[in-house]
């Protein structure tokens, strides 16, 4: 399975980004999915996950009520929606995939997830 993250770009503070990842496989439907980010200089860090269900969705707290992912209609689709931008929000974003979980669970450790994109880089400028 291949996840191909697109979206990135710089953008000024207060500015609105939307990411999507696309996968390869048509059961990616039954995937969870998480996005992750890793800031310069810093450890890969959790963002936002969504159940396969679509049911549960989790955030980290920096980025709740500024951040949304969601399932796309199309069903090998996933999308972040990043709004009011900090230029902490700076980092290369990867969204990752779990073919194996429950249908209710969002997990927020790197280590839950399968497949990785390559990642798209977010610059946020003050």
């Known amino acids: 399975v291949q996840l191909q993250a697109s979206g990135g770009g710089l953008v000024q503070a207060g500015g609105s980004l939307r990411l999507s990842c696309v996968a390869s496989t048509r059961t990616f439907s039954k995937y969870a999915t998480a996005w992750f980010r890793q800031p310069p200089g810093k450890e890969r860090e959790f963002v936002a996950a969504v159940s396969w269900s679509g049911g549960t969705k989790n955030y980290a707290d920096s980025v709740k009520g500024r951040f949304f992912i969601s399932r796309g209609n199309a069903k090998n689709t996933v999308y972040l929606e990043m709004r009011d931008l900090k230029p902490e929000d700076t980092a290369v974003y990867y969204c990752?995939?779990?073919?194996?979980?429950?249908?209710?669970?969002?997990?927020?450790?790197?280590?839950?997830?399968?497949?990785w994109g390559q990642g798209t880089q977010v610059t946020v400028s003050s």
């Open positions: 990752a995939a779990d073919p194996g979980a429950q249908p209710v669970v969002a997990d927020e450790e790197s280590a839950g997830y399968e497949y």
